[in-house]
Every structure is written in structure tokens, then in C-alpha cells.
T-cell receptor
Framework: SAVISQKPSRDICQRGTSLTIQCQVDSQVTMMFWYRQQPGQSLTLIATANQGSEATYESGFVIDKFPISRPNLTFSTLTVSNMSPEDSSIYLC???????????FGEGSRLTVL | DAKTTQPNSMESNEEEPVHLPCNHSTISGTDYIHWYRQLPSQGPEYVIHGLTSNVNNRMASLAIAEDRKSSTLILHRATLRDAAVYYCILRDNTGGFKTIFGAGTRLFVKA
């Protein structure tokens, strides 16, 4: 099973600033996904980040607001740009691994925007 | 993506079996049925998945209706640690392996 580390685990940010979340995986994985979980809600897929190609964003999410990097098979970053209080959420990184197509998740990064 | 319908919440007594239902009447022939759960303050974790046949693993069993329009996740003996939100998800692995989460069922376990 994949072990995923996310940094920061939590942060409090000022409106209008940007924050980059890092996701480190202990093994090489091709497919990586970024999710957002707003307070009391389910998970919403932001984008798919496969190494060697541009990230694919879901409806309602755009690259200017959530730029993603995927420089290698073990690492990715998600930036939340020009933050507003509505961006206060938990952001989760997940990877697809194994023949079963099982998803593994990081513990999440809890952002609070004031 | 085909939609799933789950009860908002369910309650169980500790050490009793729990049957979590999921309806997916628009499931396509290539959709796998996946179950994940999310414990408080953690990321989701994989529970089980299947296509047509019933499946068992160390965590749970998955019973799939013959017409595949519904399924049931079975926890054979609920513990307090099983209190979580359980998500039933359909995923077509030909569609880029995107996993779309619905609202899920919040399971409460009473001691």
C-alpha cells in the first residue's frame, strides 16, 4: 500500500494570499488526484495529475486558481491561489495503485482562510 | 458517471452485523462498485469492490444484486472504530479511473 505525506497538515491563511500543498508518495505512481472537502461535505474531485502531462481539471475548477505540478512519479503540488474564505477546506491528495485500482489518500491539509 | 443513492445515516449496536445499502439503478456494464469509508479526521480508505460476484475480504463483504442495480456492504461485527462515513461509488476504469464521491452514509455505532 502507498504511504502519502501531505504538507502542511493545517494552516491559517490571509485572504488574497496563495498556499502550496505538497504531496509525497513513498512509491512511484502514475495517477494522482487532488480533492477538496468543504466543512461537513463529501469529497469533490479537483483534478487528475498524471506525470508527464498537464493536469485535467473537473468542472468548476480552473488552472489559474488551482495550479498543479507533477514533476515526477512520487511528488505533486497543489496551489490554492488568491484565497478567499470560501476556499477554507481540507485538500486531499490521493494515488491509484495496484491491480485493484485502489485509491490511497493522504491525511489531508486543512486550510482556514481569514 | 452513474449515480448512487445511500441513506444519509444508519445506526448499529456494537458487535452486531451492519448492512449498508446502495442503489445504483443506472449502472453500466463496465462500472465497478467500490466502497470507501472515512473515519473522523482522516482521509478515505478503501473497503472493498466488486463487479458482479459477491466479494469478501478482511474488512467486509459486498453483496451485489443479480441485476447489479443495488449492492450491500456488510460489516459482520460492528465495532466502535467502524463509526465512519461509508461511500458507495461506481467507477468505470475505462474513464481515467476518476473516483467521484457521493454524500455517503454516516454510520453510528452504539456501545
Amino acid at each position: 500500500s502507498a504511504v502519502i505525506s501531505q504538507k502542511p497538515s493545517r494552516d491559517i491563511c490571509q485572504r488574497g494570499t496563495s498556499l502550496t500543498i505538497q504531496c509525497q508518495v513513498d512509491s512511484q505512481v502514475t495517477m494522482m488526484f487532488w480533492y477538496r472537502q468543504q466543512p461537513g461535505q463529501s469529497l469533490t474531485l479537483i483534478a487528475t495529475a498524471n506525470q508527464g502531462s498537464e493536469a485535467t481539471y473537473e468542472s468548476g475548477f480552473v488552472i489559474d486558481k488551482f495550479p498543479i505540478s507533477r514533476p515526477n512519479l512520487t511528488f505533486s503540488t497543489l496551489t490554492v491561489s488568491n484565497m478567499s474564505p470560501e476556499d477554507s477546506s481540507i485538500y486531499l491528495c490521493s494515488v491509484l495503485q495496484g491491480n485493484t485500482g485502489e485509491l490511497f489518500f493522504g491525511e489531508g491539509s486543512r486550510l482556514t482562510v481569514l | 458517471d452513474a449515480k448512487t443513492t445511500q441513506p444519509n445515516s444508519m445506526e448499529s449496536n456494537e458487535e452486531e452485523p451492519v448492512h449498508l445499502p446502495c442503489n445504483h439503478s443506472t449502472i453500466s456494464g463496465t462500472d465497478y462498485i467500490h466502497w470507501y469509508r472515512q473515519l473522523p479526521s482522516q482521509g478515505p480508505e478503501y473497503v472493498i469492490h466488486g463487479l458482479t460476484s459477491n466479494v469478501n475480504n478482511r474488512m467486509a463483504s459486498l453483496a451485489i444484486a443479480e441485476d447489479r442495480k443495488s449492492s450491500t456492504l456488510i460489516l459482520h461485527r460492528a465495532t466502535l472504530r467502524d463509526a465512519a462515513v461509508y461511500y458507495c461509488i461506481l467507477r468505470d476504469n475505462t474513464g481515467g479511473f476518476k473516483t467521484i464521491f457521493g454524500a455517503g452514509t454516516r454510520l453510528f455505532v452504539k456501545a
